[in-house]
């Protein structure tokens, strides 16, 4: 893995007032939610596509941007995605293909999704305007093995 996106935590203090009769307590230091990862939110994405199916592991990944609000094109997104899982077969595990790091606040990451008849390529890129990682573009596409067959052609020069 090339790199790893950290978090920022922020910090509160919050005072008490002492009684009159006791010495002085110590202020108390709250801590706020550390903000997700892209990766954490890509993980909590797949154990969604696993245990709770295409739907609501969609909703979720969309939902991690306020942006992303034509409830019409994401369930168009969820209908296609849906339809070709059930073609490939039941869901058994992904791999990082390719995760980059373009600046601190743009990720890009690769996964090949594992089915029992077929993979899926999954691509995932994360922006993080301010504090939080969000969706900014998400991918999908059964076309990955004839990828590799051009790679491997005699008349590829790349």
């Known amino acids: 893995m090339t790199g790893v996106i950290c978090s920022s935590l922020y910090y509160a203090n919050a005072q008490t007032v002492a009684p009159a009769k ?11 939610p550390a903000a997700k990862s892209a990766a954490a939110l890509i993980d909590t994405f797949f154990k969604k596509y696993k245990d709770d199916g295409t739907s609501p592991a969609i909703d979720y ?9 034509d409830s019409v094109q994401i369930g168009v997104l969820k209908g296609k995605l849906d339809a070709l ?14 995760q980059k790091i373009a600046a601190p606040s743009l ?3 690769s996964y090949l999704v594992k089915h029992e008849k077929s993979p899926i390529r999954f691509t995932f890129m994360f922006y993080k305007p301010k504090n939080e990682w969000v969706l900014y573009r998400f ?3 059964d076309q990955i093995d004839s990828e590799l ?3 491997g052609k005699i008349n590829n020069k790349h």
């Open 22 to 32: 006791t010495a002085a307590a110590k202020p108390v230091v709250a801590k706020a």
């Open 149 to 151: 067959e051009d790679a």
């Open 107 to 109: 990720a890009f990451y």
């Open 139 to 141: 991918k999908y596409d």
């Open 61 to 69: 990944l969309f939902a991690t941007n306020k942006l992303f609000t």
């Open 85 to 98: 899982r059930q073609s490939v077969g039941t869901y058994t595990g992904k791999e990082l293909i390719v």
